[in-house]
């Protein structure tokens, strides 16, 4: 089953303008991150965020956690028609050692109109 | 290499044949993981690799689909039998052990098509 749902599916917005995206999830986690995909093939990672920590900033990108509300928000500010992608959250369970898979979300589309 | 190398990028294979699919991973990444990832779906755990342990095959979907990987090193995910539902992007993975907190570094995928 799924453990990351991002929201919206998919967001559509104009150059320059702040994308912000969510992520839900079900069970305690160790780490979130958020993965970018372009084309759907390989994804990159865009920044980790561990269960104690709040807000994480990284050049364009903000995200932030509540572990109260298991949620996650990704904000990309000054969009540009490069950040047209999927961005997908996941949920890493464990600290290390043990079965480390993460858990991926299905994704929202982003489309940045020029 | 710099990166997670997998080949081939795109198969096409008639159903019922077997494929293989190989994934070089981060030289010192002693993790490695595959997922699938069918067409506007998110990523599906199949396998997770972690130095010599046992690997944790809880995500493969039938007795159709195998991994095996050499020590630290080469992983190879065969698919006997293929099936059309078996169409897909397969993605490799890895990383360092534990957190570290560099999460995952991907390779660009093999596109899997029977016909």
């Known amino acids: 089953s799924q453990q990351g749902e991002e929201d919206p599916q998919a967001l559509s917005i104009q150059e320059g303008e702040n994308a912000t995206m969510n992520c839900s999830y079900k069970?305690?986690?160790?780490?979130l991150q958020w993965y970018r995909q372009n084309s759907g093939r390989g994804l990159v990672h865009l920044i980790l965020?561990?269960?104690?920590?709040r807000e994480k900033h990284s050049g364009r990108l903000r995200v932030t956690l509540d572990t109260s509300k298991k949620s996650s928000s990704l904000l990309i500010t000054a969009s540009r028609a490069a950040d047209t992608a999927s961005y997908f959250c996941?949920?890493?369970?464990?600290?290390?050692?043990?079965?480390?898979?993460?858990?991926f979300g299905k994704g929202t589309h982003l489309i940045i109109q020029p | 290499g710099a990166g997670v190398s997998q080949s081939p990028s795109n198969k096409v294979t008639e159903k019922g044949k077997d494929v293989e699919l190989r994934c070089d991973p981060i030289?010192?990444?002693?993790?490695l993981y595959w997922y699938r990832q069918r067409l506007g779906q998110g990523l599906e755990f199949l396998i997770y690799?972690?130095?010599?342990?046992?690997?944790?095959k809880s995500g493969l979907p039938s007795d159709r689909f195998s991994a095996e990987r050499t020590g630290e090193s080469v992983s190879t995910l065969t698919i006997q039998r293929t099936q059309q539902e078996d169409s897909a992007v397969y993605l490799c993975?890895?990383?360092?052990?534990?957190?570290?907190?560099?999460?995952?570094?991907f390779g660009s995928g093999t596109r899997l098509t029977v016909v």
């Open positions: 993975a890895s990383s360092f052990p534990g957190d570290r907190g560099y999460g995952y570094t």
């Open positions: 069970t305690s986690i160790n780490n």
């Open positions: 965020i561990r269960s104690n920590e």
């Open positions: 996941a949920t890493g369970l464990y600290s290390g050692g043990g079965a480390d898979g993460l858990t």
């Open positions: 030289s010192g990444h002693t993790a």
């Open positions: 690799f972690q130095g010599n342990s046992a690997p944790d």
